[in-house]
């Protein structure tokens, strides 16, 4: 599988072909506890900007924005994962990608940190 | 805010991490807000039962020949009406109505009373109490023992199976809204049959001169088989809501009136005398403007505290709680609208992010 980068809000990017995917790390869903709502407020076609929030994901306790990890246009939206948010707390950073996106500038993609770099990143608080 | 690290701990910590419990600072202290999961938790409360460490709630005690009297005045409920072993729910009005906090009104002794207030008001209480017995004079005695009490609930239609294996109390005695006092896991405790979950339960006092380790451990074990789980802040909240239990801060607060909020029932405006009754013989003789309602959402979108509610294109209201039912698995909400726009099966629209979704004043409690 493609290599994985994480950002320090705790979204996650992956490259696979001409696209990038988009979700949040597993760390992120085992903080935020059930997710039971999922709004991606963008669609096919807009822009995605670093750092701008493209989604909001509501755990029963809270709500909390997603952001950007790259910049790109957005190519798909993960409908199933919006229908069944079940699926980000099972498999976060597999099946329930939430947007496809093809990047603008991959360097921003290899700036992010690597699964070793996120997790000290996490131990660290 | 307080800096993490220096927030307080119950004496129940070390047991509610071995219970995995996911720690957030409230009202002071260290509390999990959960452990298995919030909707783990709340369908056990609702199927089985569930413990919970509540231990920063406030406990204050009032004694003395006037106590009963004081607090009559001090209180909306009818304090004296209360006998021994008899627990009231009353609100702590100020002069406008306005409330200063919703609490139990325990009366311990002939003249003993204990009030059990929210965490998050235990110091303004205490300087409110203070401040209108000076000016009540009487022969009162009065005392903040919050940091000395450990509180532990078990909610759920299971939980006097499981209490009554770890205690000499005859549960079945106690009535609901009674207390009663004995040996909880070896320990001396007061044991009342009240909650916040809207399931049966208890909720249990312990003081500085017992142990709570082996009450704790002593009720987990007895727990063990009926499947009670420990349940975190989150799943008290969403429980609370599915009853539409007021919460201080959210559906009530000192620009609110309990009589707008639905609990009308606890204020006796027949009392001759009470903190805010003029106000609220003026409000009821206004009639109301505004009421606390339940709905539900249409669409899964979340409602949240502070969320405007339109109905018909005007602004009617606000959220003042919200959540995902973890019963109905539809998002619920608690909220202020015109009086006009309170009746069950009102269409109308809460704006979340900037856009309106739909929802339909239901009837509540949820569930």
């Known amino acids: ?125 | 805010m307080t800096p993490f690290s220096q927030s307080k701990k119950t004496r129940l910590y070390e047991r509610l991490i071995e219970a995995g419990g996911s720690m957030i600072e409230f009202a002071g202290y260290l509390l999990p807000v959960r452990y298995s999961g919030i909707i783990q938790e709340h369908l056990a409360v609702r199927s089985t039962a569930g413990i919970f460490d509540l231990s920063h709630m406030g406990e204050f005690f009032l004694q003395g020949k006037d106590a009963g009297r004081f607090l009559h005045h001090l209180l909306a409920n009818d304090v004296l009406g209360l006998t021994i072993g008899h627990i009231c729910y009353t609100p702590m009005l100020y002069s406008d109505g306005g409330i200063v906090d919703d609490l139990l009104c325990y009366r311990l002794g002939e003249e003993e009373y204990m009030l059990v207030v929210n965490a998050t008001n235990i110091a303004k209480d205490d300087a409110w109490v203070c401040e209108r017995l000076d000016a009540f004079g009487g022969e009162v005695e009065y005392s903040n023992r919050s940091d000395d009490y450990t509180l532990i609930a078990v909610q759920g239609p299971r939980a006097e199976e499981i209490v009554a294996q770890v205690t000499d109390i005859d549960l079945s005695s106690i009535k609901h809204y009674w207390w009663d006092k004995g040996q909880v896991g070896g320990q001396r405790a007061l044991i009342s049959r009240t909650g916040y979950t809207g399931e049966d339960g208890f909720e249990i006092y312990v003081d500085g001169e017992s142990d709570r380790i082996p009450i704790w451990d002593g009720l987990v074990a007895a727990g063990k088989d009926l499947e009670m789980i420990p349940v975190g802040l989150g799943a008290r909240d969403t429980l609370r809501l599915e009853k539409k239990f007021c919460l201080y801060g959210n559906d009530i607060d000192r620009t609110t009136n309990p009589l707008e909020a639905g609990i009308g029932w606890t204020v006796k405006l027949d009392k001759d005398d009470f903190i805010g009754r003029e106000a609220l013989l003026k409000i009821k003789e206004a009639g109301l403007s505004r009421k606390l309602v339940g709905f539900k959402m249409e669409d899964k979108a979340i409602p949240r505290k502070d969320y405007p509610i339109f109905a018909g294109g005007d602004r009617v209201g606000k959220v003042t709680s919200g959540t995902f039912s973890p019963s109905l698995q539809v998002p619920v909400g608690l909220g202020y609208v015109d009086i006009a726009r309170s009746k069950v099966d009102t269409a109308i629209e809460v704006e979340i992010r900037g856009k309106r979704h739909p929802a339909r004043v239901a009837k509540a409690p949820f569930v």
């Open chain 1, 1 to 125: 599988m493609a290599e994985t980068r994480y950002t320090e809000t705790h979204e996650w990017a992956r490259k696979e072909g001409e696209e990038v995917l988009i979700g949040i790390s597993d760390h992120a869903q085992k903080e935020l506890g059930e997710i039971v709502y999922l709004d991606v407020t963008v669609g096919v076609g807009d822009k995605l900007e670093k750092g701008k929030e493209f989604a909001v994901l509501e755990s029963v306790k809270a709500a909390s924005d997603i952001y950007a990890p790259i910049s790109g246009e957005v190519t798909r939206i993960n409908q199933e994962v919006i229908d069944k948010t079940t699926m980000i707390n099972d498999d976060a950073e597999g099946a329930a990608w939430m947007v496809a996106v093809k990047p603008t500038d991959m360097a921003e993609f290899e700036s992010m940190m690597d699964a070793d770099a996120y997790k000290k990143a996490i131990e660290e608080g």
